[in-house]
């Protein structure tokens, strides 16, 4: 945590010395308006690393409380810096006119139009916050996808598999949120309900009551899970442990056969997070051990929380990747920095033959906003290319 807490402390400190620059000195505010704007801007970003700190060592109440006004804030100053990276555009442009002569280079104007540039970026930011809770925080939509593979057999056509991916389980997300979402995926009837990682930012300890209501999931041929990075940080092998007594099958570089019992079946395959391997143990992917000694003929859909595992999954012959990891990037433009890490970031993607479907998540991490990546319930309808 040291490390990580020393990088952040220094992003969130130029970044918040930047919006006081251009939101409050640059506006040129009275001396006392001055004075508290800064004073304001050092306390909130402190918040940030101390309210870090504090939600994972406070009981759940107040770490809850801590997170909420923490993670609020992140998300806000994320946005109000893209805004105002955005609002350089204007500057430049201004000063570009002014150079030119086709503008009065009039101190009173240029005071003027950076106070309406700071007022329009404020209002711009709060009013992107408000919708981005508003959609984190509401219900959680279904989205349909469907889904044609080579090799899926004929006799299960139509074949309903709900992906829920990134759940984040934790300070601002719990029980009654996380039993509306287990309302809406039984109400699909489905026939096989897959996690795809980050279900719990937090240990069994603190967070069994919170994910109880996983147990009341109902689907023909059950609940499968596989880890993701966030469950190395709250202790994989515990709830690696724990799970199966919610119901849920832990798939750890293995397969099972999915059929109707009739002879029509696929495979479906689950391996460890990407960066698994560092957490020691017998941790880390392994598809080729997941897909050892298969039937050739056989269809497999695969569970794996990060994108980037696509690579290898289509040269060993996976049919259809099922992923999470990116949020779709969470709060627009994040989407593009997703990007310089993952190969996709939403949707449906193909590789040749082999297909890879991202979930944009179900819940959220860190800010509870959403901005041009909605939540989702992935209904995924499988069926003979």
Known sequence: ????????????????????????????????????????????????????????????????????????????VILLFFLTLGSEVLRLGWGALSLGGLLPDDPERRLFFQRVLAGGVAISGAALAGYGVAVARGKVGVKKVGVALKKFPKELDGFKLVQISDVHIGPTIGRSWLEDVVASINALEPDLVAITGDLVDGSVEDLRDQVSPLKDIKAKHGVFFVTGNHEYYAG????????????????????????????????????????????????GPDLHRALEDRDLEREVVLLAHQPKQAIQAAKLGVGLQLSGHTHGGQIFPWNF?????????????????????????????????RVGAPPEISLIELRRA
């Not at 006392?32 to 101390?50: D, E, K, M, N, W």
């Not at 919610?246 to 293995?254: A, C, D, F, K, T």
């Open 236 to 283: 994989a092998d515990a709830w690696i442990a724990h799970l199966p007594s919610l119901g849920i099958r832990v798939l750890r570089n293995e397969r099972v056969a999915i059929g109707d019992g009739n002879g029509a079946t696929f495979d479906l395959a689950g391996v460890d997070d990407y960066r698994a391997h560092g957490f020691g143990g017998d941790h």
């Open 337 to 369: 920095f997703v990007k310089l890490d993952q190969p996709f970031i939403a949707g449906l993607d193909r590789l040749g033959e082999f297909q890879i479907y991202t979930s944009c998540g179900t819940g959220y991490w860190g800010p509870p906003m």
């Open 1 to 76: 945590m040291v490390p990580f807490l020393l990088v952040i402390v220094s992003i969130v400190a130029g970044v918040h010395y930047y919006l006081y620059a251009r939101l409050v000195k640059a506006a040129a505010l009275s001396p006392s308006l001055a004075r508290a704007g800064a004073i304001a801007f050092v306390v909130l970003a402190l918040l940030i690393p101390i309210g870090m700190v504090l939600s994972r060592t406070l009981p759940r109440p107040a770490s809850t409380a801590i997170s909420v006004v923490t993670f609020s804030w992140f998300g806000v």
